[in-house]
Each structure stands twice: as structure tokens, then as C-alpha cells.
């Protein structure tokens, strides 16, 4: 499958920081998610982008797809610590597997 | 609301043996896949299903097998286990087509010892 460039890799931060990430691709997907994962669980679906330009906010996190519909990013304001975990964006072209990035690991100090 | 269904959470196999994981998706989903995650990499895609067939392939080994069944529950069977099997298995599931969101499960921890 296609992989996705995520960046940056790791975030160390304060409470109250806001972070931001992104993900690349060379081919362009029809939706774009982003997941959250903690250690040891399955992913757990933040956002869900479905049209280039679209911009989506889900509480203190906003996520857009990309108007070449290559790339998103995600924005969490206000950052607290149990933003905690590994942020994964995926591309999905409809009937296809989700194609990850390699992961952004939040660590959150209060 | 109901989740993805994973069973077993935990399985420890033996080098050889076989192993059988399941996975009961969302009500009404029509479409399974199937990742395996190890230490610290990302899921990676090993095989997935709409209405009962085949709709895509990954990386899946030929020791590996799956299916969706009639009532949409899938299972991955793997066969003459490595140490390299000892993975987080995902199941995922989602309807099929445009605008569509996948939904994991909690997985299972496989051990092959």
C-alpha cells in the first residue's frame, strides 16, 4: 500500500500548547482520518475528511483536507494531558485498505 | 453504540502452531479488514472483505487465511506460527463506498512463544 509521510514523528509539550502535524502523500486519496491510539488499544477515530478543503473541527481538534487532496494535517488547541497517545493519519480511496502514516507520539506535561 | 469485536484480547501459540482470531464488526457493516501492528510501527494492511469477498490484499503471508462470513463476522486463521506473528491484530470495519468511516476494534495481542 501507499505510505504516508507523518510529521513530525514526536511532540514533547506544556499543558495549554497547541500542536500541530501533518500528513503527505504522492497519490491522492478520496478520505482522509485521523486516529488516536493509546498503548496496547485499537485506534480510535478522531476525524473523518471527505472533500479537498474541508476543514473539521471535532472539540479542541480541527482537521482539513488538503486541496490536492494529498495531504491533511491536525491541529489540537489547548492541549491537555490526556491528549496523550500516537496520532495516526490514514488515506482511504473507497473500497481500499487505509493507508497509515507512520504515527506522531504525543507527550503532554502538565 | 455497538463497537468492532475482537476475540480473543489475549492468545499465546506456541512456534507452529495455528491460531484463529474473530471479529464481529458493527452492525449493518459490510465491509472487514484486517491490520497487524507490531512494537512501535504503524498498522500495517494484511487483507480485506466486502459482502463475504475478497475486496483487497496487503501484506498477508501464505501461512494466513480469512473470510467474512454470512452474517459479516471474519476470521483470520494463521497457520505454522513464527515469532515474527507475535503482533497487535486489528480488525476494522466499515460500509462499503463514498464517504465512509472505518471503525477499529481493541485487538488482539498474539504471542507466539
Known amino acids: 500500500g501507499q505510505q504516508l509521510n507523518q510529521s513530525p514523528q514526536s511532540m514533547f509539550i506544556q499543558e495549554g500548547e497547541d500542536v500541530s502535524m501533518n500528513c503527505t502523500s504522492s497519490s491522492i486519496f478520496n478520505t482522509w482520518l485521523w486516529y488516536k491510539q493509546e498503548p496496547g488499544e485499537g485506534p480510535v477515530l478522531l476525524i473523518a475528511?471527505?472533500?479537498?478543503?474541508e476543514l473539521t473541527s471535532n472539540g479542541r481538534l480541527t482537521a482539513q483536507f488538503g486541496i490536492t487532496r494529498k495531504d491533511s494535517f491536525l491541529n489540537i488547541s489547548a492541549s491537555i494531558p490526556s491528549d496523550v497517545g500516537i496520532y495516526f493519519c490514514?488515506?482511504?480511496?473507497?473500497?481500499?485498505?487505509?493507508?497509515f502514516g507512520k504515527g506522531t507520539s504525543l507527550l503532554v506535561t502538565p | 453504540a455497538a463497537g468492532v469485536i475482537q476475540s480473543p484480547r489475549h492468545l499465546i501459540k506456541e512456534k507452529r502452531e495455528t491460531a484463529t482470531l474473530k471479529c464481529y464488526p458493527i452492525p449493518r457493516h459490510d465491509t472487514v479488514y484486517w491490520y497487524q501492528q507490531g512494537p512501535g510501527q504503524d498498522p500495517q494492511f494484511l487483507i480485506s472483505?466486502?459482502?463475504?469477498?475478497?475486496?483487497d490484499k496487503g501484506s498477508i503471508p501464505d501461512r494466513f487465511s480469512a473470510q467474512q462470513f454470512s452474517d459479516y463476522h471474519s476470521e483470520l486463521n494463521m497457520s505454522s506460527l513464527e515469532l515474527g506473528d507475535s503482533a497487535l491484530y486489528f480488525c476494522?470495519?466499515?460500509?462499503?463506498?463514498?464517504?465512509?468511516?472505518?471503525?477499529f476494534g481493541q485487538g488482539t495481542r498474539l504471542t507466539v512463544v
Open positions: 490514514a488515506g482511504q480511496n473507497s473500497g481500499y485498505a487505509l493507508n
Open positions: 475528511l471527505y472533500k479537498a478543503g
Open positions: 476494522a470495519s466499515s460500509l462499503y463506498g463514498f464517504n465512509t468511516e472505518a471503525f
Open positions: 472483505f466486502y459482502e463475504k469477498m475478497q475486496s
